[in-house]
């Protein structure tokens, strides 16, 4: 039989057989036999012909189960499948057809749910291969080419246009851009690059085109080690034993000494196959499987995609979780954090102006600047003879000012008197600002920041009352960023700065250590990392693909509290899956005593580990209720909780700073 996550044995090289087992043929060809032969029995009077069609459907379905339990034997699996291979064997030997053919019907039926339980659609790797750069464009003696990214070469000049994904790592020899690498780094905000500024592959150019010298052929840049870190991941992550194996290491062994028992004081086989019919332990192929699949729709009911019954079973014994912070911790996306004014300007007035010439910019800090503008002041006014400097600032008429916002080297363009007026107005801050100039004066700063999640809190909460009492913050972004939100969180361990392989050196560690590690993540940077850890949950409410392909579970809507929720599904699945084995086995072990005393023959033995199965299916289908849950309702989205932008302040001195409250 299959583990549970389809990695201890080949399905490559299956044979045909094998493939209409995992199809779910085989227990459909089992119970085509037995009802057949229940016809001709009861219903043509035929007892002998009936014999006959169940003994040949025991020769063609059991040859199959009994043929790969000796194939696992022989490769040194020693696996709960063998006392129903034993059964099989003597029920076909003893002319006992009908009580084979139920065991056959119950192994086979049971592996069938744990394939469909321990099923993976995951293919990460060819995600990441599907998305990466194709085409690059090479500039010789004056004109450009295009190649294929295989084709470059250490030393060649490539031109990269607004909207290309950058093929290889290189420097920037000529152009002014914004490049937006967040899938990479983590960094919400997009990054300035002029002349001399590195760049990785896998990178956006978002506005001006770029000239940039190759430092590395595509298969030894940034996004191809990200994609062999997903795949070395993936293959090194050690399978998980079937619950059943664990289980059977005690319960074959012991029903092989009872039936050797029985034969030795009685000397009869037909009580030897008795025992083991009543004892081949269908509780252990069918109580897991059918757990686990119920505790996989009950958290698809809750928009928690669980990918098979391995991340259930790692997610229950989670200790210790990994998150990213960009996307989130934090919402991903850079919101207004501050503003800062001079006695001329209220910081309202100030959004107000900004926002009416940004309005026709397509950067990404223009749109946020306008929201943070309307939910301010509302209309915005119009603005006229906009013009925009690609990656540099945008400048306009706005109610007869001249107003224009952009980087520092920008507005001391449109203000003579910049630099003095900047020394006089900024206080300590740090993250991404800019500057907006009104009628050729300095009238402000505008500071950006990525927003901390609301719900953030109360799942830290949940997660130290479920026992993940160790935490840690790893991202690609800057430390002291990383290390701001960390502090507010109360996070104790917390890195910044790091690349996707880092991260995963991160995560390896604490799984060598001894922990199982949860990882959070929503971007491509993260994918390796959530590949290596024992369980990897991927944030897919606003995006997905790669990351979600990386994911053994991928959490559709947009609350981190589902995150908890998962948790205590997983734990009351495993729980009840424990139970029905132990009351099945129990119920087992009980028959297995009175067939070795010659109470049960093996057709009732047969009829009877039917009832005792119907019992643990039952029992194990109460994991499709979802567990009681001990959380807030959190918001829809961030808007629905978020205050008012900018709480009335009144003007202070020779500055106006406004702290944004966030989210």
Request: net charge negative; proline share 5%; hydrophobic share 50%.
């Amino acid at each position: 039989m299959t583990s549970i996550v389809g990695q201890t044995r080949s399905e490559v090289q299956a044979p045909v057989w094998r493939a209409w087992l995992y199809a779910g043929w085989l227990p459909f060809l089992t119970l085509c036999f037995i009802v057949a032969g229940a016809v001709i029995r009861f219903g043509a009077s035929n007892p002998s012909l009936a014999v006959m069609v169940w003994w040949s459907g025991l020769a063609i379905t059991g040859a199959p189960i009994v043929w790969q339990t000796a194939r696992d034997i022989s490769s040194g699996r020693f696996a709960v499948d063998l006392v129903a291979a034993l059964a099989i064997i003597l029920a076909f030997v003893l002319w006992q057809p009908l009580a084979g053919l139920v065991i056959v019907l119950m192994q086979s039926g049971g592996e069938s749910l744990e394939r469909y339980a321990g099923r993976k659609a995951s293919d990460a790797v060819r995600e990441l291969e599907a998305a990466a750069p194709r085409i690059a464009h090479r500039m010789l003696n004056g004109s450009t080419e295009d190649i294929a990214v295989d084709e470059v070469e250490v030393g060649d000049l490539l031109l990269i246009r607004p909207g290309d994904l950058v093929p290889c790592d290189g420097f920037v020899t000529g152009g002014r851009s914004h490049v937006d690498a967040s899938k990479l780094t983590g960094e919400p905000i997009p990054l300035s690059v002029i002349t001399g500024v590195r760049l990785m592959s896998g990178s956006i150019n978002l506005e001006g085109p770029l000239e940039m010298e190759v430092l590395a052929p595509a298969g030894e840049s940034q996004y191809a080690r990200i994609v062999e870190l997903v795949r070395s991941a993936q293959a090194s992550k050690a399978p998980l034993q079937r619950l059943a194996d664990r289980y059977g290491l005690w319960f074959t062994p012991l029903t092989l000494i009872v039936c050797a028992v029985a034969y030795l004081l009685t000397h009869d086989p037909v009580r030897v196959l008795a025992i083991l019919v009543v004892a081949t332990p269908c509780p252990l192929l069918l109580a897991a499987p059918v757990a686990f699949i119920s505790g996989i729709n009950a958290a698809a009911r809750r928009h928690i995609i669980m990918r098979n019954g391995a991340a259930l079973e790692y997610l229950a014994s989670a200790s210790s979780a990994v998150f990213d912070k960009t996307g989130t911790v934090t919402l991903g996306r850079p919101i207004v954090r501050r503003v800062i004014t001079t006695d001329s300007l209220t910081a309202a007035d100030l959004l107000r102006l900004a926002g009416a010439v940004e309005r026709g910019s397509s950067h990404l800090l223009a749109r946020t600047l306008v929201e943070a503008a309307e939910e301010t002041v509302s209309p915005l006014p119009a603005a006229r003879d906009v013009r925009e400097a690609a990656g540099r600032g945008v400048t306009g008429m706005v109610e007869g000012h001249a107003v224009a916002v952009g980087a520092a080297s920008y507005a001391a363009d449109h203000a003579p008197l910049f630099e003095s007026e900047l020394e006089a107005l900024v206080d300590a801050g740090e993250g991404l600002r800019a500057y907006v100039t009104v009628d050729n004066r300095l009238a402000g700063i505008v500071e950006y920041n990525d927003a901390i999640r609301g719900d953030i809190v109360d799942l830290l909460a949940e997660l130290r009352r479920l026992g993940l009492t160790r935490v840690l913050l790893l991202s690609g972004d800057a430390s002291t960023n990383v290390g701001a939100v960390a502090r507010q969180l109360g996070i104790r361990e917390a890195s910044g700065d790091l690349l996707p392989e880092q991260k995963v050196t991160v995560v390896r560690d604490l799984v060598d250590a001894g922990e199982h590690v949860l990882m959070i993540g929503d971007g491509t940077n993260d994918a390796p990392a959530l590949s290596a850890a024992t369980v990897g949950i991927a944030l897919a409410s606003q995006s997905g693909g790669i990351t979600a392909e990386a994911a053994d579970v991928v959490i559709l809507a947009d609350d981190l509290l589902r995150i908890s929720e998962a948790i205590r599904i997983s734990r009351r699945t495993m729980r009840i899956a424990r139970q029905s084995i132990w009351v099945g086995l129990g119920l087992s072990a009980t028959a297995a005593g009175f067939a070795a005393a010659g109470m049960i023959a093996p057709t009732l033995g047969a009829l009877l580990q039917e009832a005792i199965d119907l019992a643990v299916i039952v029992n194990a289908l109460r994991a499709t209720a979802l567990p009681a849950m001990t959380r807030r309702e959190s918001a829809d989205s961030e808007f629905a909780t978020r205050p008012p932008l900018l709480p009335s302040a009144p003007a202070s001195g020779g500055r106006n700073p406004v702290t944004l409250p966030r989210s």
